[in-house]
T-cell receptor, first 115, second 113 residues
C-alpha cells in the first residue's frame, strides 16, 4: 500500500527566505505525486503535480517540486516566501486504478511566516 | 465554473441524530470523492464514485455511514446515527477523469455533541 511521510509538522521561515518542505513516499510503481495547500477554513488547492516527464515541476504561486525516484522524495520549494504563503501543505501520492486515481495524503506541514 | 459546492458549511448536531452532507461536483467531472479530515487521522478517502457508481467504499468507517450519487450533479454523505467521534471536516472533490487532478470543495465542518 502506498504511504506518504511529511517529516516536519511545523516550519517557520522569515518572509523573503527560501522554503523547502519535505515529502517521502512509499509506492511500488511509478507514482503520481501532488502538493496541495490548505488555508485556514478552506478546502485544498492544487499547487502542482507530477505524472511523468520532467522531474522538476513548476506550480502556481511560484512553487516548484522535484521528483527524485532514487530518494522516493517529492520536495516542495519556493525561493522567496511571502506572508500569504502561511498555510498547511499536503503531499499526496496517487495510485492509478482501473477506475480512478486513489490519493493518499501525508499528515501535512504547517508553514508559519514571520516578518 | 463555481467549483465544487458543499452544504452546509457548518453543522452542529447532537449524538444520535441523522446528518446529511451534500455535494455538487464541477459540471462535466465524472469522478466524485468524499474525504474526512481529523487531527488524529489526517485526510482519509471514504468513498469515490465514477459516473454515479460507487467504485471503492473501503474507507467508509462503519455501517452508520452511507453515500449516494443519484445523478451526475449531486451526492450525499449520510451519518445515521451520528456520534461525537464523527466530528471532523468532510470534503468532497471531483475530477474530470481517473488520472486527473481532484478539485476540492470548501468542506463541511461537522460537530457532534
Amino acid at each position: 500500500a502506498q504511504s506518504v511521510t511529511q517529516p516536519d509538522i511545523h516550519i517557520t521561515v522569515s518572509e523573503g527566505a527560501s522554503l523547502e518542505l519535505r515529502c517521502n513516499y512509499s509506492y511500488g510503481a511509478t507514482p503520481y505525486l501532488f502538493w496541495y495547500v490548505q488555508s485556514p477554513g478552506q478546502g485544498l488547492q492544487l499547487l502542482l503535480k507530477y505524472f511523468s516527464g520532467d522531474t522538476l515541476v513548476q506550480g502556481i504561486k511560484g512553487f516548484e517540486a522535484e521528483f527524485k525516484r532514487s530518494q522516493s522524495s517529492f520536495n516542495l520549494r519556493k525561493p522567496s516566501v511571502h506572508w500569504s504563503d502561511a498555510a498547511e501543505y499536503f503531499c499526496a501520492v496517487g495510485r492509478l486504478l482501473e477506475y480512478g486515481n486513489k490519493l493518499v495524503f501525508g499528515a501535512g506541514t504547517i508553514l508559519r511566516v514571520k516578518s | 465554473d463555481a467549483g465544487v459546492i458543499q452544504s452546509p458549511r457548518h453543522e452542529v448536531t447532537e449524538m444520535g441524530q441523522e446528518v446529511t452532507l451534500r455535494c455538487k461536483p464541477i459540471s462535466g467531472h465524472d469522478y466524485l470523492f468524499w474525504y474526512r479530515q481529523t487531527m488524529m487521522r489526517g485526510l482519509e478517502l471514504l468513498i469515490y464514485f465514477n459516473n454515479n457508481v460507487p467504485i471503492d467504499d473501503s474507507g467508509m468507517p462503519e455501517d452508520r455511514f452511507s453515500a449516494k450519487m443519484p445523478n451526475a450533479s449531486f451526492s450525499t454523505l449520510k451519518i445515521q446515527p451520528s456520534e461525537p467521534r464523527d466530528s471532523a471536516v468532510y470534503f468532497c472533490a471531483s475530477s474530470p477523469g481517473g488520472q486527473e487532478t481532484q478539485y476540492f470543495g470548501p468542506g463541511t465542518r461537522l460537530l457532534v455533541l
